[in-house]
Each structure stands twice: as C-alpha cells, then as structure tokens.
C-alpha cells in the first residue's frame, strides 16, 4: 500500500484495519461473504495475513508468516 511503483505521487489516504494476500482468486461472492470478519491464518489459501493492531512503534507483523513489516511514510496507529 503506498505510491505506485511508477511514481505519479499517489498514496492510498484511508485506514487499514487488516490485509490479507490470497494464493488463488477469490470469486466476488467470497469476497463479500468475508469482507467484514477478522481473518485467521487457517483460512484456505491465505499466505499473507496482517491485523494492523499493534497500536504503537513502527512496525506490524505477519500472523501467517512471521515477517515483521515496517510502516513508513508518517504512518500512524488510530483506534477509530
């Protein structure tokens, strides 16, 4: 989530609660069937899973995979 790799000085400008990255497609009827739970690592075809509820330093961490991510670009934590 950020600037587009080819510039143009674009940044997402909303909240992020929580992404997850999928291994297959999911078919628009999945997508509005989960959009507004929590997902959970156990999920079929997840590899990629971040809550986003750290609420403070500058980091998050992959619940899936383990890597520790690192907000940059004057990211903030908000409780809204």
Known sequence: IGQPSLGGGKFFN?????????????PQEEIRAIYPYRHTVNENGIVCLVHCDEGTGITTTDSKGGAVLTLQGGATWSTK
């Open 14 to 26: 909303g909240k992020v609660s929580e992404y997850a990255i999928f291994n297959r497609e999911l």
